[in-house]
């Protein structure tokens, strides 16, 4: 079910997610880490971010 949602929601697109980082302390800054605590699709993307440094630097 998680890997549905992920297919329709990716983290690494979201506008929301994009802002926050750009900004943390601004409004969507703070509900994006509110977001983060519960949305189980961040947890995979984190995950799959971890993975891919992992993967970078074992091959440098």
């Avoid at 992920?6 to 994009?18: K, W």
């Avoid at 189980?40 to 995950?47: N, T």
Wanted: proline share 5%.
């Amino acid at each position: 079910m998680v890997e549905q949602i992920m297919s329709l929601h990716r983290c690494a697109d979201c506008p929301v997610r994009c802002m926050a980082v750009k900004k943390p302390n601004s409004i969507l800054g703070r509900i994006h880490r509110w977001h983060r605590t519960w949305w189980p699709g961040y947890k995979i993307y984190q995950r799959e971010q971890q993975a891919r440094a992992t993967k970078a630097t074992a091959h440098a």
